[in-house]
């Protein structure tokens, strides 16, 4: 175990991209997480769950030390190919953070359009969720 000084300097940001409960898909989504923390020398932490019959989310953890510069750059870079690379691939996270939205959502679909009009008709001072799942107005 790291003592405790060590473990407050460690930073966990995850990905959790979803794919079919079939052996190809898996190994596909695996392939990209393995090759881009390979490509900024990561170690990857995976944790596979069967959410249903049909679905696998993979829970995906980039560990990085936050008081290292370079590790947070390299990390940042890193995190932001995967899930490109992923969504490339049509593989997208069940759940993102704020700093990922952009990757996430197109202010050119009709859908994220409408899901704009909703919220702001719901929520016009924009207090609700802010920033996540929706377009910035």
């Not at 940001?13 to 990209?32: A, H, N, Q, T, Y």
């Not at 769950?49 to 989310?57: A, C, D, H, P, V």
């Not at 947070?72 to 996270?93: D, M, P, T």
């Not at 009009?117 to 799942?133: A, F, M, Q, T, V």
């Amino acid at each position: 175990h790291y003592p405790l000084r060590r473990q407050r300097q460690m930073c966990i940001r995850d990905r959790s991209p979803i794919c079919p409960s079939v052996g190809k898909f898996e190994k596909e989504v695996l392939d990209i997480i393995n090759l881009v923390f390979d490509e900024f020398s990561f170690d990857v932490f995976i944790t596979v769950n069967m959410i249903s019959e049909r679905q696998i989310t993979n829970i995906c953890g980039l560990v990085f030390n936050k008081d290292n510069l370079e590790e947070v750059e390299r990390a940042s870079k890193c995190h932001k190919k995967v899930i490109k690379k992923l969504i490339e691939n049509g593989y997208y996270s069940y759940r993102l953070g704020i700093e990922d939205m952009d990757s996430f959502i197109s202010k050119d679909d009709l859908f994220w359009k409408s899901v704009l009009k909703i919220k702001e008709s719901l929520d016009p001072n924009h207090i609700l969720s802010e920033g996540r799942y929706c377009l910035k107005k």
